[in-house]
């Protein structure tokens, strides 16, 4: 099988896999990263968001021969190590507002909300309630008001 | 007030101490539970309660649980739930076959309890720690609170439904901690030379009169017990709480946030593989013949293939693998069991069956018809399970509500006696019903079986919208007469497709149906009348079920009956009031029963503005419900003008915008406020979509949804902006039912504003179920393929 290299939450990591497999389960069945979920496996639902080189992306849409040995996937696992920190200003925002109840999508909506705090950011605005209507992460749970209370306390300390 | 019949009065195991009275707990009619309780007003006498320590080498106590016997047989009433409702009687099910629960105290000064219960997401692991931690007096941190493997011994005491959790709970594992700190004090006592009533017990530390203290990891060995001895003990009084009742955060919160929660596919079982199932083009279709087994067999990744009962299941190294093999599997299928029906012939089929209503009345009446879709109860975690089945044993790992149940019918399908399979229950990724069966564990133990290896089986998001269970299609009628101001009369007709009550629950009722006060009906109608009642003063109400058979595949979903039952008389009282001319947040205050239910309308009639001025085209809705010993209303706010409804979404729906949501609670006590406020906001999400954009559409035998972006359950853009939830001050004292309670009423005041904001009341549900707003995916294969521009769409 071919070989496949990329940095996973700082670390080279290496697969030998088909090249087709997508990279949600290169992540979870070959290397046991499991904090991305699987909640359709057609990019719709998000619970899978991890970070590529920064960017909110769904692996579970990235072929793994996508990836360049250069290239660097930051699932929630590896979120904290970003800032050098226990936990991410985001993960401490989700503490304090209390907003998991499964937890299920919870990773992928807190890789979401640090993209799009970190996009809000770079066009120098604030974040409004228009940006939070455009997170298409699923929560089955309904925790969405939570999730809005929290990504503005969490944009505050990023 | 009917004295004698409405006190269902049942005796904690065990005698009277104290003051000699007995001790009982009394389930009071709607009007005297609603009245504020004195404290302690469900016990007369002193709380003594009896529990056990338990030979074990570290301290073990104990509680029976279930403390309540069954209801007094053969009582007369035109409102059961106000003698007794869903939650007694599980609660009464359980006495004559419960087992112990344990709280163990640990060297290392933590304290464990594995609760029979599932966590979906519903927060019972906080709420229980946090009895723990109140009972005991050790910092809530350091309570450990696992969830127990599927026990037998408990039968009914270990189902997880009905929102019954902390109701049947709240006093044995309060028992069980009171237990472990009366032998904690008492060991101390032994080692600090001291009287135990010059000790204290405060934050995992006993401490004496000078000053010296001992923690309780020290004491856990030197409290333990060499033989099981019962002992009595007291619970600590209300006015004495610190935990129960203050705002905690969830115990597992850290765990969800850092991606370390396990979930069932989360699970590193040695050699599980992850399996997926092809499934049939119609729901219940079933095997005819595979063309290429071999061929599937052979290509990259794929280890097994294997016709199980629900289709042709294949492993691979990934389930990415199993994807390509179920779309390469060519399989002749069999008609399944809906063939050829659509949401038309459904509905038809539902009219047919509907309960007469009588003659109209001579005196004036509204009386109108509304249909509610069939929905999908999916949770963000598909249904799945790990299976490991060996010639002579099995184990499995799943989510599970009702374990007990699911053992004994996987025992019996891999022809193993039930002691030879373990079960274990993982947390699960949310359940709305959905867990209360346990389809993937029954499937992921057939496939272990025949492909001789251990297998992790999950479904595909696909498989789980379009063969999953389902909220059944149901018809409500309703009419209410009146004259002048008062209404004579309420009835209501509610006709559904069958509910699948095939977990447990049905076998509860079996056991009861002779002790219950509604006569000689199915488990079905039970469960109706258990759980509806008319909150209002509306002279004689009577409700009927009457259910068709279609061969779906349902389940209970979030509230049950409650939403639509209570969506279309909440309508009906607006239309009603609008006839009489009166207000309809008024006209509900002057009708309901009790106090207790009006404080909770009055209170989001205040805070949510009731009655202030708003743009055409928005409108506020008002609505309430009770059940589970609890009372709630909500008051929405909704923008239904065009701008609004026609705003573009990408592959969504964003239709009417509810902009502020204002719900009120009253579950008599709250043990975590925090979590109690987290449920209602999330049952204010489902009324949403269940008003305004999700529903399954049936054609040809299949449900044409089969992605998150079809079944349109409420999103980001679909959320209130403004929500606020209100919990109320203790009422009663002992906890209500609340993981589900907050969908009916929201569900309602969401159709009520609509209606007002559109100046048309909807009567059908919901609102959007005639567009589909979507195109439907193939069925044949099964599942789509996965994308492969995901670094297109990076952000």
Same mark, same amino acid.
């Given at each position: ?158 | ?26 389930? $009071? ?22 529990? =056990? ?36 009687? $599980? ?167 850092? &991606? ?190 025949? *492909? ?96 068709? !058979? ?6 209970? *979903? ?13 309508? $009906? ?7 009489? &001319?009166?207000?309809? =947040?008024?006209?509900?205050? !002057? ?147 609340? &993981? ?14 609509? &209606?007002?904001?559109?100046?048309? $009341? ?32 990076? =952000?």
């Amino acid at each position: 099988m071919p070989e496949h290299t990329f940095r996973l939450n700082g670390e080279q990591v290496t697969v030998d896999v088909a090249d087709d497999v997508r990279l949600l389960w290169v992540l979870r069945d070959v290397l046991g990263v499991t904090g991305p979920k699987y909640g359709c496996g057609i990019n719709v639902c998000k619970a899978c968001t991890s970070h590529l080189n920064g960017k909110a992306v769904n692996p579970c849409a990235i072929p793994v021969k996508n990836l360049k040995p250069s290239d660097e996937v930051t699932t929630i696992e590896g979120l904290p190590a970003t800032v050098g920190a226990d936990l991410h200003p985001m993960q401490q925002a989700w503490l304090d507002q209390d907003v998991a109840q499964c937890g299920y999508c919870q990773p992928g909506q807190i890789m979401a909300a640090v993209a799009l705090v970190r996009k809000v950011a770079e066009e120098s605005r604030e974040i409004t309630d228009a940006d939070l209507d455009t997170i298409r992460n699923v929560c089955r749970c309904g925790t969405y008001f939570r999730i809005r209370q929290a990504i503005k306390a969490g944009a505050e300390k990023m | 007030m009917i004295e004698p019949l409405s006190w269902v009065v049942a005796q904690v195991r065990g005698q009277a101490e104290g003051d000699g009275a007995e001790r009982r707990f009394a389930y $009071m009619t709607g009007a005297e539970r609603s009245a504020p309780a004195e404290p302690g007003g469900h016990v007369v006498g002193r709380r003594r309660f009896l529990g =056990y320590v338990l030979a074990a080498p570290t301290l073990v106590a104990a509680a029976e649980l279930g403390t309540a016997p069954p209801a007094e047989a053969g009582i007369p009433s035109p409102e059961p739930t106000e003698l007794l409702d869903l939650n007694d009687v $599980m609660t009464a099910a359980a006495l004559p076959t419960s087992g112990l629960i344990t709280v163990e105290v640990h060297t290392d000064g933590t304290v464990s309890f594995a609760l029979p219960r599932a966590e979906v997401g519903q927060g019972i692991t906080t709420s229980t720690a946090m009895l723990i931690a109140e009972e005991l007096d050790v910092p809530l941190e350091r309570i450990r609170v696992s969830l127990a493997d599927a026990r037998p011994e408990l039968l009914f005491n270990q189902l997880t439904g009905a929102s019954n959790t902390t109701v049947s709970t709240y006093h044995p594992i309060r028992v069980a901690a009171a237990v472990a700190r009366g032998r904690l004090l008492r060991a101390a006592a032994i080692e600090l030379g001291a009287a135990v009533t010059d000790l204290t017990l405060q934050a995992g530390v006993v401490t004496d009169l000078v000053g010296r203290s001992i923690g309780i990891g020290a004491l856990a060995e030197k409290a333990a017990s060499m033989t099981t001895q019962q002992v009595s003990v007291d619970l600590k009084p209300r006015e004495k709480f610190t935990v129960i009742g203050t705002p905690r955060g969830r115990v597992d919160a850290l765990a969800a946030v850092t &991606g370390r929660k396990k979930f069932a596919m989360d699970l590193d079982v040695p050699d599980a593989r992850p399996t997926m199932v092809c499934r049939p083009p119609t729901i219940n279709g079933t095997v005819g013949s595979v063309a290429n087994a071999d061929e599937v067999r052979a290509l990259p990744g794929v280890t097994d293939v294997a016709v199980i009962s629900t289709g042709v299941a294949v492993r691979a190294e990934t389930f990415g693998q199993c994807i390509d093999a179920v779309r390469a599997l060519r399989i002749d299928w069999r008609p399944g069991t809906v063939e050829g029906e659509s949401d038309e012939s459904v509905l038809a089929d539902l009219a047919a069956a509907e309960p007469p209503l009588g003659l109209p009345p001579l005196t004036p009446y509204v009386e109108e018809k509304f249909t509610f879709h069939f929905r999908g109860n999916s949770a963000l975690e598909p249904n799945s399970a790990v299976a490991d089945v060996r010639s002579d044993r099995a184990e499995i790992w799943a989510s599970l509500k009702s374990p007990i149940v699911a053992k004994e019918a996987i025992a019996a399908s891999l022809r193993l006696p039930p002691q030879s399979v373990t079960v274990h229950v993982t947390e699960g990724g949310g359940s709305f019903g959905r867990k209360l069966f346990f389809d993937a564990a029954l499937e992921a133990a057939e496939a272990s079986q025949k *492909m001789g290896k251990p297998v992790k089986l999950m479904w595909h998001r696909a498989d789980d919208c379009r063969q999953g269970r389902a909220h059944p299609m149901a018809t409500s009628r309703v009419r209410i007469d009146y004259l002048g101001s008062t209404v004579l009369g309420y009835k209501q007709r509610h006709t559904s497709v069958a509910t699948d009550l095939g977990h447990g629950l049905g076998e509860v009722f079996t056991a009861l149906a002779a002790k219950l006060p509604v006569g000689d009906i199915g488990f079905s109608e039970t469960f109706f009348q258990l759980s509806q009642s008319t909150p209002y003063e509306f002279g004689l109400s009577t409700r009927l079920l009457n259910e068709t !058979d279609k061969g779906f595949n349902t389940g209970s *979903m979030r509230n049950v009956y409650s939403p639509d039952v209570t969506c279309a008389r909440e309508l $009906m009282v607006d239309r009603l009031a609008a006839r009489m &001319g009166r207000d309809p =947040y008024r006209f509900r205050h !002057d009708f309901l029963h009790d106090d207790r239910s009006r404080a909770v309308l009055d209170k989001v009639a205040d805070a949510g503005g009731w009655g202030r001025a708003m743009p055409a085209g928005t409108a506020q809705g008002i609505a309430f419900h009770s059940e589970y010993h609890s009372v709630s209303a909500a008051l929405v706010e909704i923008d239904c003008r065009p701008e609004t409804v026609n705003r573009p979404i990408r592959d969504g729906v964003a239709g009417p915008r509810v902009t502020k949501a204002v719900f009120a609670v009253d579950v008599g006590l709250a043990v975590n406020p925090r979590g109690l406020e987290a449920q209602m906001m999330g049952c204010v999400m489902d009324g949403i979509a269940q008003t305004l954009t999700s529903s399954l559409h049936l054609r040809e035998g299949y449900f044409l949804e089969a992605s998150w972006d079809n079944y349109f359950y409420t999103r980001q853009w679909n959320s209130p902006p403004e929500l606020r939830i209100i919990v109320m001050p203790t009422t009663t004292g002992e906890p209500g039912g609340a &993981g589900e309670l907050g969908v009916a009423a929201s569900m309602a005041a969401v159709a009520c504003a609509y &209606g007002r904001a559109t100046g048309t $009341m909807p009567t059908s549900f919901p609102i959007n179920h005639g567009t589909l707003s979507f195109t439907p995916k193939p069925t044949v294969p099964p599942v789509p393929q996965s994308p492969t521009d995901g670094l297109d769409h990076a =952000y």
